[in-house]
């Protein structure tokens, strides 16, 4: 498999320590800096935030181009 395969993903669900189980998440723009965005990833059964993502503008850029898509493309998560 290809590395490149991996690099723009969305979690769809995450371990809540709360909930004490992998839960569904949903995504929310925390901020938006001039070179970044920053996503913040909440259980969708209690709301505690379980990770967050970083996408730069220059991937970004760089997903949209490949995709042929224009919305927003993650790049890594890190968990919390």
Not at 64 to 73: C, D, F, K, L, W
């Amino acid at each position: 498999m290809n590395r490149q395969q991996f690099e723009n993903f969305t979690a769809s669900s995450l371990y809540c320590e709360k909930c004490r189980a992998a839960m569904p998440v949903r995504e929310r723009l925390l901020l938006v800096l001039p070179d970044r965005e920053i996503f913040d990833y909440l259980c969708t059964e209690c709301g505690l935030s379980v990770g967050r993502r970083e996408i730069t503008a220059g991937e970004k850029l760089m997903a949209q181009a490949m995709s042929g898509r224009t919305r927003r493309e993650p790049a890594s998560i890190r968990l919390q």
